[in-house]
C-alpha cells in the first residue's frame, strides 16, 4: 500500500524557517517526481514545487521561489522542503504528492502537515 | 498562467441522480494534462481521473471525465452516498511548467 506521510509543521513567525518532511513506502520512491502542494480556505489548492527522481529537474511556483527549496533522499525514501523568509501568506496545509509520466497530476497525496505562520 | 473555473460552486443532488461538473480552462489545455481530484473534510485529495478520461487505480466506472481544449466535464453517473465531496479540475502545462487548479465544486446532498 502506498503510504506518504508528512511532518515538520508548526507555528513559526515571520521572516522564520521551517523544514517539511514526507517519508514514503509502499512504492519505489526512487523512480518517481514528487511534488509539495497546499491548500488554504482562500486560495484553495496550490501547486508548490517538483523534483525528479534524481533531482536532476526542481520546479518552484513563483510564490515561493528563491525563498523555499526541494530536496529528497532516495535512500530514505523521504522527500524535504526547506522554507525560509516565511510569509502570512505561506499559512497553510502542506501536503507531498507523487506524480508519474502516465497521469501528470498527483497520483498520491500524503495526509498534510499545518504550518501556521503568525507573530 | 492557466486559470480554471469550476461551475457550478455548488451542486445539490439525491443519490440516485446524475452529477455534471464543469471545469472551463481560460486557454487551451492538453487532454493528456487534465485532472479530477475527489476531496473529503479532513482528507487529502484523491486522484480520480487523469488525461481527461482515464480512471485512477480503484476508482469505480460511475466516474467518467470527457472534454478537450478549454472545457471539460466530470461526469458520475449514479451518485452514491460516498461520493459527496468536493471535487477539484487541475491541469499542468510545460511552459512554463506548473500546475493549476480550479477552485472547486462541492457536490452535497440535497
Not at chain 1, 80 to 98: F, I, P, R, W
Request: charged share 15%; aromatic share 12%; with cysteine.
Amino acid at each position: 500500500e502506498v503510504q506518504l506521510v508528512d511532518s515538520g509543521g508548526g507555528l513559526v513567525k515571520p521572516g522564520g524557517s521551517l523544514r517539511l518532511s514526507c517519508a514514503a513506502s509502499g512504492f519505489t520512491f526512487s523512480s518517481y517526481t514528487m511534488n509539495w502542494v497546499r491548500q488554504t480556505p482562500g486560495k484553495g489548492l496550490e501547486w508548490v514545487s517538483s523534483i525528479s527522481s534524481s533531482s536532476s529537474y526542481i520546479y518552484y511556483a513563483d510564490s515561493v521561489k528563491g525563498r523555499f527549496t526541494i530536496s529528497r533522499d532516495n535512500a530514505k525514501n523521504s522527500l524535504y522542503l526547506q522554507m525560509n523568509s516565511l510569509l502570512a501568506e505561506d499559512t497553510a496545509l502542506y501536503y507531498c504528492a507523487s506524480s508519474t509520466v502516465t497521469t501528470m497530476s498527483f497520483d498520491y497525496w500524503g495526509q498534510g502537515t499545518l504550518v501556521t505562520v503568525s507573530s | 498562467e492557466i486559470v480554471l473555473t469550476q461551475s457550478p460552486g455548488t451542486l445539490s443532488l439525491s443519490p440516485g441522480e446524475r452529477a455534471t461538473l464543469s471545469c472551463r480552462a481560460s486557454q487551451s489545455v492538453s487532454s493528456s494534462y487534465l485532472a479530477w481530484h475527489q476531496q473529503k473534510p479532513g482528507q487529502a485529495p484523491r486522484l480520480l481521473i487523469y488525461g481527461t478520461t482515464n480512471r485512477a487505480a480503484g476508482i469505480p466506472d460511475r466516474f467518467s471525465g470527457s472534454g478537450s481544449g478549454t472545457d471539460f466535464t466530470l461526469t458520475i453517473s449514479r451518485l452514491e452516498p460516498e461520493d459527496f465531496a468536493v471535487y477539484y479540475c487541475q491541469q499542468y502545462s510545460s511552459s512554463p511548467r506548473m500546475y493549476t487548479f480550479g477552485q472547486g465544486t462541492k457536490l452535497e446532498i440535497k
